[in-house]
């Protein structure tokens, strides 16, 4: 690989994201450390200083300004058709620090053949690691959660979406897909499964994306020599967002498979967010609502459908 092959796209979306900044971009010389790389923003009509800060503290920086909430994906799709000529596109979220030569590690392992995208071990802001690693949703795999609880589940693959066990996270795997805060995308795998799905507006589009790289033949593959702290978002303690999460996740099965496997999804997943909404849980309870409504099921996601579901 040469000249713009060897240089690696960073890509973040932005929203509101001016506390974020600093350490984000403060992260990227040594996360990056002795590669060729560029910074490119898409924001998605941010309120705060959010696109005056990147301007400030990375003046090289190609900043989009999408002039709407268009969603992740939208700003994802942005940043990239923004970017300078490249050879893979590192997804970032604004709350994401790389660890050390991080870049390194995801760019040795994307090397591999057949791999598509490479993850990195993240661990939250208290040092702690977080189950990043995903297997394909399945009708049995939420009831899994529902009955045993995300964590028992995720250590039995036939029953659990998230890999709990630990040492798993020791070395290098493949997995179906992985949280979508910290991808390093092949120029090939762009070419190939781009652009991210849109119409999700937020949550499942990576699920989508890595999914359908998967179907063909690029994988995901999981470094632990690759680090990153995400200090991770709100969707478990927002209710519009959780319900929003839980909708998209039928949305998704809905691409992938038929009506009666699709209406079996649906059922286990109103039964795990209905056992929560009992112990007085509101996002789970917003995500029953949701699930209940068929004029909200139908309709395409966005901001205003965040708002409504949080009622």
Known sequence: MSGSDDTIAVVVVTYNSERFLADLIASLGPGLDGLDWHLTVADNASADDTVATVRRLAPAATVVELGRNAGYAAGINAGVAAAGPHGAVLVLNPDVRLGPGCGRELLR???SPGTGIAVPRLVDGD???????RREPSVLRVLGDALLGAERAGRRPALGEVVTDHARYASEAVTAWAEGSTL?????????????EESFFLYSEETDFALRAGDAGLVTRFTPAATAVHLEGDSRVSPGLWALLTLNRVRLFRRRHGRLATAAFWAALLLRELSRALLRRRPSQAAVRALLSPARFRETPG????????G
Not at 127 to 133: K, R, S, V, Y
Not at 184 to 196: D, G, K, Q, T, Y
């Open 109 to 111: 392992v994307l090397r």
């Open 184 to 196: 390093l995308i092949s120029a090939e795998c762009w070419r190939r499964c781009a652009p991210w």
């Open 127 to 133: 040092g702690d690691l977080i189950h990043t690693m």
């Open 303 to 310: 901001p205003h459908t965040v708002r409504a579901m949080a």
